[in-house]
């Protein structure tokens, strides 16, 4: 039986180590941190959360809801941290981040397949075994070169962002008020509401704000689904009430009254002593981060525990390299998990490493499979990463316009847009069901 190498310790890697780990495969995985640092990450702790706190909704028959639920009969290793380590989040799943990276330390310290390396890995021999490289968007630039060496096709990159986060004491709480979208869930969520008048003077602050400096070796190019806020607020005054700052469903309990634009702050961890403020990712120097994120009501005296930041995000060109088993065209055993593989989002990113750590671990045992079926959110992901325009490619989160479409006779007939998509939750189950019925068998 051939042993697994895993690179990268991020999200990917460690549940794809695991997956195997616990197949019965023995695995090497590789992580650079300590011995060479990113420009976001803060510690050395494998499953370290970078950006936001969230593996987004858990209301019943939603797309995040349906690709954990798929992910929990699996058995996801990491999905399994993030529920112990939950905190409030209205009808999100929200995490405790420094107990999540605990646990998810703790399993691979209690797994006696895997050896941990700390170093950085900058070749990779397609004759030397079976590889998953999980090293993320912050690939170092040796791998990435590395990696663009292997594809042939070289590699693109967008810019991801970081939410700030602030005391909870520094809160003004006279100002605020608790309230979760539309009722949904426990109000968990901590509402700072504008007026006219307030949201205009924030508004014209931010547009004048200083950015920082572009370096010369950069192109900022941000992804459409995760941009500054800066950015945001450049289409139009009105943008952010439309986005991030969207009041509706948000009524001030206190008056009854809608405000006319909200920023939501969501808790950070179990003892709800800090917060990150929900979609307020930016690329602003420091200083003006505290002068323009003050003008929030409620915040006038934060104290901010970390700024917003922008770092790189690096993925390849996957429907022109990868197969449906995430393994390469042109170098069968070498497989691709995470973000670099082409999706978007924690969850997505364990998801891909639950599954590259599963088929590199049956290829380890000479085992014939079937990959896992379109129907399924799964297979959708995956149907996309590998299948999408390659002239038009942009990595995803899982959604419903990527799962199989209900036929248009029903479509006419269902006219309920949730109906119809408790339809396609329950058909991508019963499909999953009947998958890893005989996965297990093969295990």
């Given at each position: 039986?051939?042993?697994?190498?895993?690179?990268?310790?991020?999200l990917?890697?460690?549940?794809?180590?695991?997956?195997?780990?616990?197949?019965?495969?023995?695995?090497?995985?590789?992580?650079?941190?300590?011995?060479?640092?990113?420009?976001?990450?803060?510690?050395?702790?494998?499953?370290?959360?970078?950006?936001?706190?969230?593996?987004k909704?858990?209301?019943?028959?939603?797309?995040?809801?349906?690709?954990?639920?798929?992910?929990?009969?699996?058995?996801?290793?990491?999905?399994?941290?993030?529920?112990?380590?939950?905190?409030?989040?209205?009808?999100?799943?929200?995490?405790?981040?420094?107990?999540?990276?605990?646990?998810?330390?703790?399993?691979?310290?209690?797994?006696?397949?895997?050896?941990?390396h700390?170093?950085?890995?900058t070749?990779?021999?397609?004759?030397?075994?079976?590889?998953?490289?999980?090293?993320?968007?912050?690939?170092?630039?040796?791998?990435?070169?590395?990696?663009?060496?292997?594809?042939?096709?070289?590699?693109?990159?967008?810019?991801?962002?970081?939410?700030?986060?602030?005391?909870?004491?520094?809160?003004?709480?006279?100002?605020?008020?608790?309230?979760?979208?539309?009722?949904?869930g426990?109000?968990?969520?901590?509402?700072?509401?504008?007026?006219?008048?307030?949201?205009?003077?924030?508004?014209?602050?931010?547009?004048?704000?200083?950015t920082?400096?572009?370096?010369?070796?950069?192109k900022?190019?941000?992804?459409?689904?995760?941009?500054?806020?800066?950015?945001l607020?450049?289409?139009?005054?009105?943008?952010?009430?439309?986005?991030?700052?969207?009041?509706v469903?948000?009524?001030?309990?206190?008056?009854?009254?809608?405000?006319?634009?909200?920023?939501?702050?969501?808790?950070?961890?179990?003892?709800?002593?800090?917060?990150?403020?929900?979609?307020?990712?930016?690329?602003?120097?420091?200083?003006?981060?505290?002068?323009?994120?003050?003008?929030?009501?409620?915040?006038?005296?934060?104290?901010?525990?970390?700024?917003?930041?922008?770092?790189?995000?690096t993925?390849?060109?996957?429907?022109?390299?990868?197969?449906?088993?995430?393994?390469?065209?042109e170098?069968?055993?070498?497989?691709?998990?995470?973000?670099?593989s082409?999706?978007?989002?924690?969850?997505?990113?364990?998801?891909?490493?639950?599954?590259?750590?599963?088929?590199?671990?049956?290829?380890?045992?000479?085992?014939?499979?079937?990959?896992?079926?379109?129907?399924?959110?799964?297979?959708?992901?995956?149907?996309?990463?590998?299948?999408?325009?390659?002239?038009?490619?942009?990595?995803?989160?899982?959604?419903f316009?990527?799962?199989?479409?209900?036929?248009?006779?029903?479509?006419?007939?269902?006219?309920?847009?949730?109906?119809?998509?408790?339809?396609?939750?329950?058909?991508?189950?019963?499909?999953?069901?009947?998958?890893w019925?005989?996965?297990?068998?093969?295990?």
């Amino acid at each position: 039986m051939k042993r697994i190498k895993v690179i990268g310790g991020g999200l990917a890697g460690p549940e794809a180590a695991l997956v195997a780990a616990r197949m019965g495969v023995e695995v090497d995985l590789y992580e650079m941190r300590p011995v060479r640092s990113t420009p976001a990450h803060q510690t050395a702790d494998f499953g370290e959360l970078v950006c936001s706190n969230s593996l987004k909704s858990e209301s019943e028959n939603t797309a995040p809801w349906l690709l954990k639920q798929e992910m929990r009969r699996a058995g996801s290793a990491l999905l399994a941290c993030a529920d112990a380590s939950a905190v409030p989040a209205g009808h999100a799943l929200a995490v405790d981040r420094v107990e999540f990276s605990r646990r998810v330390n703790e399993a691979i310290e209690r797994e006696p397949r895997i050896t941990v390396h700390r170093e950085e890995v900058t070749k990779i021999e397609s004759e030397d075994g079976i590889t998953v490289i999980a090293s993320g968007p912050l690939t170092s630039s040796a791998l990435s070169d590395e990696i663009a060496r292997l594809t042939g096709s070289g590699h693109l990159a967008f810019y991801d962002s970081i939410s700030p986060i602030v005391e909870a004491d520094s809160i003004d709480m006279e100002r605020v008020y608790f309230a979760a979208r539309w009722d949904k869930g426990t109000a968990d969520y901590i509402n700072c509401p504008f007026t006219k008048e307030e949201y205009d003077a924030f508004y014209d602050a931010l547009i004048s704000a200083e950015t920082v400096q572009e370096k010369e070796w950069e192109k900022l190019c941000y992804f459409e689904g995760c941009l500054p806020i800066e950015e945001l607020a450049r289409r139009g005054r009105d943008t952010l009430r439309f986005g991030p700052m969207k009041p509706v469903g948000l009524r001030d309990p206190r008056t009854g009254k809608t405000p006319y634009a909200v920023v939501q702050l969501r808790c950070e961890n179990l003892r709800a002593d800090s917060y990150n403020l929900v979609g307020f990712q930016n690329h602003l120097k420091y200083g003006e981060q505290a002068r323009v994120l003050r003008l929030i009501p409620g915040l006038e005296n934060a104290k901010f525990l970390r700024y917003g930041q922008i770092h790189r995000n690096t993925y390849i060109h996957a429907p022109r390299i990868l197969t449906e088993r995430l393994n390469m065209r042109e170098h069968p055993g070498i497989y691709f998990a995470g973000q670099i593989s082409g999706v978007e989002g924690y969850t997505e990113s364990i998801a891909m490493g639950m599954l590259a750590g599963m088929y590199a671990a049956f290829a380890a045992q000479g085992i014939a499979f079937d990959p896992v079926p379109r129907e399924t959110a799964l297979g959708s992901l995956v149907r996309y990463i590998t299948q999408a325009d390659a002239k038009h490619f942009q990595p995803a989160n899982i959604t419903f316009d990527l799962l199989v479409p209900l036929e248009e006779e029903l479509r006419r007939k269902v006219r309920d847009k949730r109906e119809r998509h408790r339809i396609q939750c329950e058909r991508a189950l019963t499909a999953f069901d009947t998958w890893w019925k005989s996965v297990v068998c093969m295990k």
